[in-house]
């Protein structure tokens, strides 16, 4: 062959596969024309995400700090919730301090658990950066009133209105699926979970650093300035701050669901029809699996608190707030480091099922070491405690985050609102339960420390254990199953 030839030919593969990407290019503006709506805003996330080359920092960095805003606050008050309890002087005996501190912690959940759904539905139908703001902006308003309570009602009422409008983590998920491109959504979920499990240990913490800053800081707040009369008002002041700062960073996101009438017309039959939903299995059975893990989560949460605070005679450790603190700072760095550069590479490996079923096991004899933890002092204690403390969180929230990405992956977009606020509900009853049922076990073991079975803080811990035996056996089939997408 001459080399004439050889060039002839190679011009019309070259001329035949310019062709070919004009044809694409083509099929690809028809494509855009035909999908995409100029005034939808759905439709112009949609396209960012096609044009978009690159990691997607500022997404991820804007559902982080959205998230970590309203998760802050949820479980900020265990550290001191213990002395807020007695301040109140509504417990007759120091061993009733628990059953009282149980209805306080549940009453978010209770708000929540009534109102998730409605927030679901919302989400669908108007969209999902209202339901955000809503949410942001009751961070605002109850948790600073919140830390203003005088009394054991007023508690109670401000953290059910904290629940009742904190509305955000329905659309979130959706709001994470829907802006990320498709080969980031185990990141997206990630970051929805990771920023939940931070909040969550960060919140325990700020509350234990900044509760009773007259008596920790004296030579900063005068018991006669107002956070030496409301002792508990500063690390709820520092959250409101921070959520009014996140409100203002959600004005500027966009928001990612659809408004044109075709879709609509398809969206609002299908996304509201809850009898679809409940008969969709794979996402049903993600749900009740998640709700068990999630209660797992908050009673965990409530007694870590209540079994370091309460006095050594009762198998406690006798910490003070600063120290729960301290355990809870180290254990968030723990667990954002986990997240961020461990899990995303496990889920691509394992899979979100396996994931789950793994971390789940792992927490069972982690949980069943913490009263022998309790009986050693100095250093080593400090080493223990803030392993144990660390690989619960970092597991604990491993195992919720695979559940999540089975959920999401279980319907499509019109249906995901809905979709999640059904688990909000679901899940946000268990934690109410969580708690309530948490303080009462907490109160009854503290009444047993020399019984002959469980005695004590071996009692409380073995109940968490019951939690996370159940949870991993449902994750096998089949009671669990998958779909792909």
């Known amino acids: 062959m001459c080399v004439e030839d050889l060039s002839d030919g190679l011009f019309q593969i070259h001329g035949f596969g310019t062709h070919l990407l004009k044809i694409e290019e083509e099929y690809t503006e028809c494509l855009l024309e035909n999908k995409f709506h100029e005034n939808c805003p759905g439709c112009k996330v949609d396209q960012m995400k096609r044009l978009r080359r690159g990691f997607p920092f500022t997404e991820l960095c804007s559902i982080w700090i959205i998230v970590l805003g309203t998760a802050l606050p949820i479980t900020s008050l265990f550290p001191f919730l213990y002395y807020m309890i007695d301040d109140f002087n509504i417990a007759k005996k120091e061993e009733d301090i628990g059953f009282y501190a149980g209805f306080v912690g549940c009453s978010f959940m209770l708000g929540r658990t009534l109102t998730s759904v409605i927030w679901g539905v919302v989400a669908d139908r108007y969209g999902r950066k209202p339901v955000i703001l809503i949410g942001t902006a009751s961070v605002v308003i109850f948790n600073t009133l919140f830390g203003l309570s005088v009394n054991f009602w007023m508690a109670i009422l401000t953290r059910f209105c904290l629940g009742s409008f904190n509305g955000l983590l329905v659309p979130i998920k959706a709001y994470a699926m829907e802006t990320f491109r498709d080969e980031y959504h185990g990141l997206a979920l990630s970051t929805v979970s990771t920023a939940w499990g931070i909040g969550l240990i960060i919140g325990p913490a700020m509350g234990g650093f900044l509760a009773q800053p007259a008596k920790q800081y004296p030579s900063l707040f005068s018991e006669e300035s107002i956070?030496?009369?409301?002792?508990?008002?500063?690390?709820?002041?520092?959250?409101?701050?921070?959520?009014?700062?996140?409100?203002?960073?959600?004005?500027?996101?966009?928001?990612?669901?659809?408004?044109?009438?075709?879709?609509?017309?398809?969206?609002?039959?299908?996304?509201?029809?809850?009898?679809?939903?409940?008969?969709?299995?794979?996402?049903?059975?993600?749900?009740?699996?998640?709700?068990?893990?999630?209660?797992?989560?908050?009673?965990?949460?409530?007694?870590?608190?209540?079994?370091?605070?309460?006095?050594?005679?009762?198998?406690?450790?006798?910490?003070?707030?600063?120290?729960?603190?301290?355990?809870?700072?180290?254990?968030?760095?723990?667990?954002?480091?986990?997240?961020?550069?461990?899990?995303?590479?496990?889920?691509?490996?394992?899979?979100p099922m396996l994931v789950t079923r793994l971390t789940g096991a792992l927490m069972i004899p982690i949980q069943m070491s913490y009263p022998f933890i309790a009986n050693l002092s100095g250093l080593s204690l400090s080493l223990l405690l803030n392993c144990a403390s660390i690989l619960i969180n970092v597991l604990s929230v491993s195992a919720i985050t695979g559940l999540l990405i089975l959920q999401n992956k279980a319907v499509d977009q019109r249906q995901r609102g809905a979709a999640n606020g059904i688990a909000m509900t679901a899940m946000s009853l268990f934690k109410t339960v969580g708690p309530a049922g948490a303080g009462i076990l907490f109160s009854w073991s503290e009444r047993r420390p020399n019984a002959a079975f469980l005695p004590g803080s071996h009692l409380v811990f073995f109940g968490l254990n019951v939690i996370v035996v159940v949870g991993v056996a449902l994750t096998f089939k089949p009671f669990l199953t998958t779909v792909r997408r």
Not at 248 to 277: M, Q, R, Y
Not at 301 to 329: C, Q
Request: proline share 5%.
């Open 227 to 351: 956070f030496g009369k409301f002792p508990y008002f500063l690390p709820c002041l520092v959250i409101s701050c921070f959520a009014l700062l996140v409100f203002i960073i959600s004005l500027c996101i966009p928001e990612t669901l659809h408004n044109h009438k075709i879709d609509n017309a398809v969206s609002h039959d299908e996304s509201f029809d809850a009898g679809s939903l409940l008969k969709n299995w794979p996402l049903i059975s993600s749900i009740f699996v998640y709700c068990i893990f999630a209660l797992h989560d908050m009673a965990y949460t409530e007694i870590f608190s209540l079994w370091a605070n309460s006095p050594r005679k009762y198998g406690g450790l006798s910490y003070s707030t600063n120290d729960v603190g301290t355990v809870l700072a180290i254990s968030g760095l723990g667990l954002f480091c986990f997240q961020v550069f461990v899990y995303p590479l496990a889920e691509r490996l394992l899979g």
